[in-house]
């Protein structure tokens, strides 16, 4: 017989229901982002590279990689946030 004490027990205290999260889509997006940078580095090589000097076609594989990261990093902050949100969701009663 359990003696009610009065306070929640320790497997429903926490916040957030645990929650096992499927990491598939992180790194399925990770992959797709990686695809996109090969991609961008071939398309600069042969774009670029054959009527430019090496200055131009490494400034152009530059911009690309930077523009791919930046977009690939707001895609893991808002990916990231919606896993594990820091404001619940206030359900009509």
Same mark, same amino acid.
């Given at each position: 017989? @359990?003696?009610?004490?009065?306070?929640?027990? #320790? =497997?429903? +205290?926490? =916040? +957030? #229901? =645990? %929650?096992? &999260?499927?990491?598939?889509?992180?790194?399925?997006?990770?992959?797709?982002?990686?695809?996109?940078?090969?991609?961008?580095?071939? *398309?600069?090589?042969?774009?670029?590279?054959? =009527? !430019?000097?090496?200055?131009?076609? $490494? /400034?152009? !594989? *530059? /911009?690309?990689? &930077?523009? %791919?990261?930046?977009?690939? *990093? *707001?895609? %893991?902050?808002? +990916?990231?946030? !919606?896993? @594990?949100? /820091?404001?619940? #969701? %206030? $359900? #009509?009663?």
């Amino acid at each position: 017989d @359990k003696k009610n004490t009065g306070r929640p027990s #320790p =497997r429903t +205290y926490s =916040r +957030y #229901p =645990r %929650v096992r &999260t499927n990491t598939m889509g992180f790194w399925l997006g990770t992959v797709f982002f990686a695809a996109l940078e090969v991609l961008g580095m071939f *398309l600069v090589k042969s774009l670029i590279g054959t =009527r !430019q000097g090496r200055r131009h076609e $490494l /400034l152009g !594989q *530059l /911009l690309v990689a &930077t523009s %791919v990261i930046c977009c690939w *990093l *707001l895609w %893991v902050i808002v +990916y990231m946030g !919606q896993m @594990k949100p /820091l404001v619940n #969701p %206030v $359900l #009509p009663s």
